[in-house]
């Protein structure tokens, strides 16, 4: 069982008012993570002490920080069981998504000039097929859109059943001998499902498509081993895992990161330019154009630390009975709808939910009002709201460093809407006015 009392002192954030005085309670972490001093103190260390510019400089400081980068990215490989040279540093998830939806458009340009060196895994034309879920945060949407839209390739999704689970019954007609790329989250931002992302790899992998994995919500909440999860190429971001802001990472297999055309290009990732034409570097640097994160990896190996310190297995049993414990307690709020499965079984924490009578956003401003931060709004799953035909949701998303009375102090705030607004019991019809 977690100390969270203990946890907290390590978080100055959660020692604040805000509202006139109110405590702090945190429920945003789907969003973005709160930092402990360690991770702090890591980054200030960095710039206080071996600032410069890595892979380039031949003086002592630009020794220290090449090594300070290059360690950090040892120390993140190793927390999802990774080799260091398969891990690419990017500015977030999105980006790392991004880089992977353009190797695909980007190689079917290149195969339009008949260039060479061009691995036909990744061209895409008419007739070929990507397929996402219907789920998708829109960084793991778009960007496939977009690749359909600029090769004439088809974009295929796996619907929802009514309960936000993933409809699999016709996965092996959806995912076919056209697909040549199949991208799935881990866990759902918005429903807080966890899928069954091996099963549907392993069918991804039967018809010869690349594997992608958008794991933002995971590896931050639960032991994961990016290996085991069938993939390709796995995304997820460093802010949701308390590490810091503008930093992301795309795990990929060695023999596809040295596949893939590159997504920026400039200095750093090269190997030789000339005025006729250039080479390029072998991973992780191909990918990494210009000046890196270094500070920030600095900082996410601090964060890596803390969660291994805390344990990850520790902090899946936490989150799991936090869920399980809200669930419930939403379910004895009269008007309440939870949209996405009802109970704890292969889900998350992130627990997004209607009121009957009332906007999420009314919602979220009298649960500002005391002290009660929580996210609003289509969550970046526009599609996933329009299934469910609601136009938008108020959603918890606890960590680590909450506990039962955080959730109660949720609890209490939407009875305070619902009494504020003149809504509740009358009003309990599934879903909104």
Known sequence: MLDVARIRKDFPVLERTVRGGQPLVYLDSGATSQKPTSVLDAERHFYENANAGVHRGAHALAEEA???????????????????????????????????????????????????????????????????????????????????????????????TDDGRLDLRAVDDVIDRTTKVVSVVHQSNILGTINPVRLIMDRARQVGAIGVVDACQSIPHMPVSVGELGADLVAWSGHKMLGPTGIGMLWGSAEILDAMPPFLTGGSMIEMVRMEGSTFAAPPQKFEAGTPMVAQAVGLAAAVDYLEAVGMEEIREHEHGLTAYALHALSQVPGVRVIGPQDAVDRGSAISFVVAGLHPHDVGQVLDSRGVAVRVGHHCAWPTCRRFDVPATTRISPYLYNDESDIDAAVDGIRAAQAFFGTGAQHAAPGLS
């Open 66 to 160: 090449t090594d300070a980068y290059e360690s950090a990215r040892s120390r993140i490989a190793g927390f999802v069981g990774a080799r260091s040279e398969d891990i690419v540093f990017t500015k977030n998830a999105t980006e790392a998504l991004n880089l992977a939806a353009y190797a695909f458009s980007n190689a079917t340009a290149l195969a339009q000039h008949e260039a060479a060196g061009i691995d036909p895994r990744f061209v895409l034309r008419p007739g070929d097929s990507v397929v996402v879920t219907e789920m998708e945060h829109h960084a793991n949407l778009v960007p496939w859109q977009e690749a359909c839209r600029k090769t004439g390739a088809t974009l295929r999704w796996l619907p929802l």
